[in-house]
């Protein structure tokens, strides 16, 4: 078996690298690029040519697929708009039924069978601590947890 020579290692070839494996917001592929020791010129020159060749999603579309991921791991809007923010992303909008629909199942989870109603005020307490840690709003947290429903 013949071994192929390896391209140089250019700003341009490592962002096609990171690009083959996720696609990465423009903050996030300026970080990384950064990281490796090249020049604003060869990043700015490297990014110029994932634009031409539409390589990076729009923002919009970009957060959007974020968020969904995210939702699907139960994170709470809060949680998910600074993830968002931190890779450069628009954030998304507030869906409250969502929310509580998570929420829930959140806590179907960790209550493992046992009834919401059953529990005294400290535990309900522990429990909107950790849905606060999950990221979700306090109204929301306040319907799921006191609803009398």
């Known amino acids: 078996m013949a071994w192929t020579k390896r391209p140089p290692r250019t700003a ?3 962002m096609m690298d990171l690009l ?3 696609d990465h917001s423009e903050k996030e592929l300026r970080q990384k690029l950064k ?4 020049t604003s010129e060869d990043i700015d020159k490297a990014l110029v040519y994932a634009f031409e060749c539409n ?3 729009e923002p919009q579309d970009l957060a959007e697929r974020f968020a969904h991921f995210l939702h699907r791991q139960k994170k709470g809007h ?7 923010k931190k890779k450069g992303l628009p954030p998304v909008a507030l869906d409250y039924d969502l929310e509580k629909e998570k929420a829930l199942q ?6 493992r069978g046992r009834e919401l109603s059953e529990l005294d005020r400290d535990q309900k307490g522990k429990l ?3 849905l606060q840690a999950r990221g979700y709003p306090l109204d929301v947290i ?5 609803s009398k429903s």
Do not use: C, D, H
């Open 12 to 14: 341009r070839n490592v």
């Open 20 to 22: 083959s494996r996720r």
């Open 35 to 38: 990281q490796k020791e090249f």
């Open 55 to 57: 390589l990076i999603p």
């Open 78 to 84: 809060l949680s998910i708009n600074q993830t968002l």
């Open 106 to 111: 959140a806590l179907e989870i960790k209550l």
């Open 128 to 130: 909107g601590r950790f």
């Open 142 to 146: 306040r319907a799921v947890l006191y």
